[in-house]
């Protein structure tokens, strides 16, 4: 399982290897959120392995984090629409959707915008072609809107065993 690191103000910051981990406690940037975990990772870097069991660690300075400006790219764009075709509601894996232009480069669209680009099942895609949705029959299920939550906010939807984690702990 990754690591999940935290601000000094417990925001959650990244997911990080176990590898990277090391480093950071060798370094003591890092601090673990219990004594017995402290414990347990000394022992383990004391014997050249990798510490078991550790979800989040805390740096112990808060360092301030740019905003960060999500691309519109595949991999945003899956996580934006939940693996789901705007156009029929198909769920499935990345292997089964595409992204559709809404509006076809061919006929102005822009061809790198979170507005113009929607996650399509192959058969919507196929269908839709270069044409507008309205034009076959086609209604996006809800608007396409840049993806602007916060960076935590995508991290727990790639990791969201991290996420049930950090609930417990904020809870
Ligand atoms: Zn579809």
């Known amino acids: 399982m990754s690591v999940l690191l935290l601000n000094a103000s417990m925001q959650p910051l990244n997911v990080i290897s176990r590898r990277r981990l090391c480093v950071l406690?060798?370094?003591?940037?890092?601090?673990?959120?219990?004594?017995?975990?402290?414990?347990?990772?000394?022992?383990a870097l004391a014997?050249?392995?990798?510490?078991?069991?550790?979800?989040?660690?805390?740096?112990?300075?808060?360092?301030?984090?740019?905003r960060r400006m999500l691309r519109p790219n595949r991999r945003n764009l899956l996580l934006r629409d939940d693996h789901t075709c705007q156009y029929c509601g198909f769920v499935g894996p990345a292997s089964e959707l595409t992204v559709d232009h809404v509006l076809p480069i061919s006929r102005g669209g822009a061809a790198n915008s979170w507005e113009n680009q929607v996650v399509a099942c192959k058969r919507c895609n196929w269908r839709k072609a270069s044409s507008r949705p309205e034009e076959v029959g086609l209604h996006l299920?809800?608007?396409?809107?840049?993806?602007t939550q916060e960076y935590a906010?995508?991290?727990?939807?790639?990791?969201?065993?991290l996420k049930q984690a950090y609930d417990a702990l904020v809870a």
């Not at 406690?25 to 402290?38: W, Y």
């Not at 014997?47 to 069991?53: D, I, N, Q, Y």
């Not at 906010?153 to 065993?161: A, D, G, K, V």
């Open 25 to 43: 406690l060798t370094k003591q940037r890092v601090a673990l959120l219990s004594d017995e975990a402290e414990l347990e990772a000394a022992a």
């Open 47 to 66: 014997g050249r392995r990798l510490p078991e069991g550790i979800v989040m660690v805390r740096l112990l300075r808060t360092v301030h984090v740019p």
């Open 141 to 147: 299920r809800r608007p396409a809107r840049p993806l």
């Open 153 to 161: 906010h995508i991290l727990f939807l790639r990791y969201p065993e």
